[in-house]
């Protein structure tokens, strides 16, 4: 089956219908790390960041540090997409990493565009996070590229992050589109914090020449996609292309992007990723009408400082993990201050593509019930009382354990309007949006010694219901946060 528009492969897609592939093929299970053979390696040793409070990096209010040697950009590297913590049995062995990803499953990949950094030719290269290493796909200066291609301004660092389709069909099939963006948008937030650490406000590029951007990365379009585009500032003046000698063949690019003998192509994937590559510039957020005008009086959280004992960037990245035993104990209202206020934008005019919904339980001064969640301002809106988490947890194909957390937030949009505001592309738009939001909220419960856990596994329909979202409303991902045993 083909789409030719977002809401109709989200339709297609529902559960339960859109719940498995054909099987789980555990023999042939795809590969998590993506390996160019014949490449030069370059390895990644860098010191990481010096320990900084999270809310300053959160609001991007951290003294400017560009990179200055390749060890600066290792460190970079290592926050954005390092490995974490290994786990192994009697013939496997499997590593996680510093961005959440559904099933643990990695479709998102990283590649920079550097020159002028002392220690690394300029060139294309692939992060590699088993290396940790950098393989070099294309020599030169390939920065003027990939800023035309994103419309951005050349020069810098350029970064770019795509999806392995594959990767999560093999588990979810069709519905894998939605955790593939989904995920890289954890990359996406994840690589923005790194920067933001070195003082480096990243600016983010969704509308791209697709053609372009995957040509250049090698990527086999039938199976891999550039998603974002993302530009800092960084050693090497802006100047004209440049290509040198030692870039890969093209078959090899290409052959990289396949992570199994069998491996698609997903026709369902392909053809809803090309129907939302086109879009515009935005002229305002999404919060669904209905919402707005059920909610009650706005409440202001305030900017809530961090307690004492809170983890520092980057530690709380290192440490951060999905934890799902929750244990119902209240959330005390200045962690609970402290948790949301950590979610505000670094910069609250952009405009959002989504709206933030919180189920609560026992959660400090909140009453128990479904709250609209105003990002940019930093304030709660009760909706309507009553046991919400409990419901939401059954119409998440009934994952019990998420009845326990103190807050269930739920993102989500209003189809028709994000097609007005952002045309296709905002399905895309969307879930990269709640994918970041996701990675925050991992982050700051983490250092707030909280646990997190994000699930894009519901029932569409009676989701929506419950949550009364209008008719043209969508869920998109739920996380569940609050106290966690130990």
Known sequence: ????????????????????????????????????????????????????????????????????????????????????????????????????SAGALYPAELYVAAAGLPGLAAGLYHLDPAGPALARLRSGDRRPDLARAAGLAPGGLGFAITGIFHRSAWKYGPRAFRYVLLDAGHLLESLGQSLAARGLAPRVSLRFDQAALDGL????????????????????????????????????LRQASRTARNDGPWEEILSVCRATEAGRAPQAGIVPADLAAAS???????????????????????????????????????????????????????????????????????????????????????????????????????????ARANLLLALATDFPALEREWGQAGYRAAHLAAGRLGQRLYVAATALG?????????????????????????????????????
């Open 296 to 402: 009650g009086p706005w409440s202001g959280l305030g900017d809530a400082p961090l307690p004492a004992g809170a983890l520092d960037y980057p530690a709380a990245v290192l440490r951060r993990r999905s934890r799902r035993d929750f244990t119902a104990a209240p959330l005390e209202p200045e962690r609970l201050a402290a948790l949301l206020s950590l979610l505000r934008p670094a910069d609250p005019a952009e405009p959002l593509p989504l709206a933030a919904l919180l189920a609560t339980h026992r959660a400090g001064n909140l009453a128990d019930g479904l709250h609209l969640l105003d990002l940019a301002q930093g304030a709660t809106a009760l909706v309507r009382t009553g046991d919400f988490s409990a419901a939401l947890a059954r119409a998440c194909l009934g994952q019990g354990w998420m």
């Open 450 to 486: 909280l646990g997190c856990c994000g699930i894009g596994a519901f029932f569409d329909h009676p989701a929506r219901e419950l949550l009364g979202l209008p008719s043209g409303g969508r869920l998109l991902y739920v996380l569940a946060a609050g106290r966690v045993k130990g």
């Open 217 to 252: 990365l090698g990527l086999d379009p039938g199976r891999e996609a550039c998603l974002a585009v993302v530009r800092a500032d960084g050693p090497g003046p802006a100047g004209e292309s440049g290509a040198g000698e030692g870039d890969l063949p093209e078959d090899v």
């Open 1 to 100: 089956m083909r789409f030719r528009d977002f809401a109709a492969y989200h339709e297609a897609v529902r559960h339960p219908d859109g719940l498995r592939g054909p099987g789980l093929d555990w023999s042939d299970r795809p590969e998590v790390f993506k390996r160019y053979p014949g490449a030069f390696g370059v390895p990644l040793a860098g010191a990481l960041p010096q320990p900084l409070p999270l809310d300053a990096v959160l609001a991007g209010r951290c003294a400017a540090a560009p990179p200055a040697a390749l060890g600066d950009l290792a460190g970079i590297l290592l926050c954005a997409h390092g490995l974490t913590r290994r786990e192994s049995g009697p013939g496997w062995e499997h590593w996680y990493r510093t961005v959440a």
